[in-house]
C-alpha cells in the first residue's frame, strides 16, 4: 500500500476495528439477537425513507411490502442498475449526452407523476390524472435506474487512485438492455406473487442501504479530502464501511425521530 493510502487508512489496528465494528454492528441487527422478523428488520429500513402508505403500496401474502410502490420502485431499479454496472468496473465517466438527456427525462417524469400524485390528497386540487401503484412502480424503477447510472461513475471517480476513463454505459443499447430488466421487476412486482415476498422486501431494503451507503461513501471521501486515493478491493473496505456505518447511523436517527413526533403529535410522518 502506497504511502498517500497509508495516512488515510491509518495503523491496521484502527482500519480493521471500524470495519470489524460496523461488521459486527450490522450482523447483529440481522441476527436473532435482534428477536424480530426479517421482514420487520425490512420495514425498519423502509421507515426511514418511505411514507408507507397502505393503499399506495403493493401487497403480497396479505403483507405490505416495506416499500410503497414508488419507493419499490426506486430501490429495485437502482438496486438493478448498480448490479448491472458492475461489468462496467472502475468506469468513471458519465454516458453521452443523449443518454443523459433521456435519463433525466426519466427523473423529471418521476417528479411530474409524483407530484401529480401527492396534489390527489388535497380534495378539488387540480391534478392531470389519477395515479396508481403500477404507474407509480414504473416511474419509480426509471428513477432508481437513472439515479444509479449517475451515482456509479462519481463513486468510481471519487473512490479509486486509477478509476477507468470510460463511461458506465456507452450508448443506447447498454441502456436498453438494463430496460429490459426494469420492465422484468415492473412486472413482477406488479403480478403480486405470494411466493416472492421474502425476495422483494429484502430485495428493495437492500437496494436502500447500497444506495445509501455509496451516497455517504462518496460525501465522507470528499469531506475528508480522502478522494481517489484507494488502489485495490481492501483498500475500499474501510471508507465502504464508514459509509455502511453512516447509513445504519441515519436509518436509526430518522425513523426513530419519526415515530418520536408520530407518538407525540399524533400525526402520521
Same mark, same amino acid.
Given at each position: 500500500m502506497?504511502?498517500?493510502v497509508r495516512v488515510f487508512y491509518g495503523s491496521r489496528f484502527w482500519r480493521?476495528?471500524?470495519?470489524?465494528?460496523?461488521?459486527l454492528v450490522f450482523t447483529l441487527l440481522l441476527s436473532p439477537l435482534w428477536p424480530v422478523s426479517v421482514l420487520v428488520k425490512a420495514d425498519a429500513v423502509a421507515y426511514a425513507v418511505c411514507h408507507r402508505l397502505p393503499d399506495h403500496s403493493f401487497h403480497l401474502a396479505g403483507r405490505q411490502l416495506p416499500l410503497c410502490a414508488r419507493c419499490t420502485g426506486t430501490f429495485l431499479g437502482a438496486f438493478w442498475g448498480f448490479l448491472g454496472l458492475m461489468a462496467k468496473g472502475r468506469a468513471s465517466r458519465f454516458p453521452p449526452v443523449k443518454v443523459l438527456i433521456l435519463l433525466v427525462g426519466f427523473? #423529471? $417524469?418521476?417528479?411530474i407523476d409524483g407530484l401529480n400524485s401527492y396534489l390527489s390528497f388535497f380534495p378539488g386540487a387540480p391534478h392531470l390524472y389519477e395515479s396508481h401503484n403500477s404507474l407509480r412502480l414504473s416511474t419509480?424503477?426509471?428513477y432508481g435506474l437513472s439515479l444509479s447510472i449517475l451515482v456509479f461513475p462519481v463513486f468510481n471517480f471519487t473512490l479509486w487512485r486509477e478509476p477507468k476513463p470510460n463511461e458506465a454505459l456507452s450508448g443506447f443499447r447498454e441502456l436498453s438492455i438494463l430496460l429490459v430488466g426494469i420492465l422484468l421487476i415492473v412486472?413482477?412486482?406488479?403480478?403480486?406473487?405470494d411466493a416472492l415476498l421474502y425476495p422483494l422486501?429484502?430485495?428493495?431494503?437492500?437496494? #436502500? $442501504?447500497?444506495?445509501f451507503t455509496l451516497v455517504n461513501t462518496i460525501l465522507i471521501l470528499v469531506v475528508s479530502g480522502?478522494?481517489?486515493?484507494?488502489?485495490?478491493?481492501r483498500d475500499a473496505l474501510l471508507p465502504l464501511a464508514l459509509g455502511l456505518g453512516a447509513t445504519l447511523l441515519e436509518i436509526g436517527a430518522v425513523g426513530f425521530a419519526r415515530a418520536q413526533l408520530t407518538r407525540l403529535l399524533g400525526l402520521p410522518f
Open positions: 502506497v504511502e498517500g480493521w476495528g471500524v470495519i470489524a465494528l460496523v461488521a427523473i #423529471v $417524469l418521476m417528479g419509480g424503477t426509471l412486472l413482477i412486482v406488479g403480478a403480486e406473487i422486501a429484502l430485495a428493495s431494503a437492500s437496494g #436502500v $442501504l447500497v444506495i480522502r478522494e481517489g486515493q484507494a488502489i485495490t478491493w
